[in-house]
C-alpha cells in the first residue's frame, strides 16, 4: 500500500485567500484525522471521521475551518479565509478498527505558509 | 481526559551512547501506549507500540519501550545510538474502549546525536 497520501506537499498563499489540503487514507481504514502541528502548541488533533461521518470536530479552531469526507478514500479540510496564524504543518491519518493494533498512520503533512 | 508529558524538551547524545527517553502519561485504566519519530520534513513513523501484554515492547530501529504501571511511564530506550537516530520523537496515549482512540501526543522530544 502506499500509504497515506497527501497533497499539496507545500502550500504558499496570501491571508484571505482559501486553501485546501487533500487527504487519501490508506485502503480499508475507516478512521481518518487531521491535525495540525505547530512550534507553539505542539501536534493537536483538529477533527476526525469514522465511516466517512465526522465524529469529533471539537478540536477545530473555528469557523473559518472545514473538513468534509465525501468517500472513503478522500478527505478536504479546507480554511477560509486563511489568516497568518494557520500557518502550520497539517497531518492527515488513517486507521482501521479492524486492526490489532488500533494504529493510526500518518501521511507526510502539507506545510502551509500564509504570508 | 488523558495527558502525556515528556519532561524533555531536548536531549544531546554520542554516537554509540544508550539513549532513554521519557515518557509519563495520566489516564484512568491501562491506556494504548505508543512512541512516533518525526524526521525533519517528514511525518510520524510509528517506532512501537504497546496495548496489553509483556511491558516490554520491541520496535523498529533498535528501540525497546517498557510500560510501568506503577510509574505511569513507557520510557523509550536505545542501547547504542546512530546519527541517523537524530529526530524528535512523540510519546502518545490512546483511551481503551473509545471509538477511534483519540491519540493524545506529548510535546516530543527532540534528539541531537554528536558524532
Known amino acids: 500500500d502506499a500509504g497515506v497520501i497527501q497533497s499539496p506537499r507545500h502550500e504558499v498563499t496570501e491571508m484571505g485567500q482559501e486553501v485546501t489540503l487533500r487527504c487519501k487514507p490508506i485502503?480499508?481504514?475507516?478512521?481518518l484525522f487531521w491535525y495540525r502541528q505547530t512550534m507553539m502548541r505542539g501536534l493537536e488533533l483538529l477533527i476526525y471521521f469514522n465511516n466517512n461521518v465526522p465524529i469529533d470536530d471539537s478540536g477545530m479552531p473555528e469557523d473559518r475551518f472545514s473538513a468534509k469526507m465525501p468517500n472513503a478514500s478522500f478527505s478536504t479540510l479546507k480554511i477560509q479565509p486563511s489568516e497568518p496564524r494557520d500557518s502550520a504543518v497539517y497531518f492527515c491519518a488513517s486507521k482501521s478498527v479492524w486492526g490489532v493494533e488500533e494504529t493510526q498512520y500518518f501521511g507526510p503533512g502539507t506545510r502551509l505558509l500564509v504570508l | 481526559a488523558q495527558s502525556v508529558t515528556q519532561p524533555d524538551i531536548h536531549i544531546t547524545v554520542s554516537e554509540g551512547a544508550s539513549l532513554e527517553l521519557r515518557c509519563n502519561y495520566s489516564?484512568?485504566?491501562?491506556?494504548?501506549l505508543f512512541w512516533y519519530v518525526q524526521s525533519p520534513g517528514q511525518g510520524l513513523q510509528l517506532l512501537l507500540k504497546?496495548?496489553?501484554?509483556?511491558?516490554l515492547v520491541q520496535g523498529i530501529k533498535g528501540f525497546e519501550a517498557e510500560f510501568k504501571r506503577s510509574q505511569s511511564s513507557f520510557n523509550l530506550r536505545k542501547p547504542s545510538v546512530h546519527w541517523s537516530d537524530a529526530a524528535e520523537y512523540f510519546c502518545?496515549?490512546?483511551?481503551?474502549?473509545?471509538?477511534?482512540?483519540?491519540?493524545?501526543f506529548g510535546e516530543g522530544t527532540q534528539l541531537t546525536v554528536n558524532p
Open positions: 489516564y484512568g485504566a491501562t491506556p494504548y
Open positions: 485502503s480499508g481504514h475507516d478512521y
Open positions: 502518545a496515549v490512546g483511551a481503551r474502549g473509545t471509538s477511534g482512540s483519540r491519540l493524545t
Open positions: 504497546y496495548f496489553s501484554g509483556d511491558t
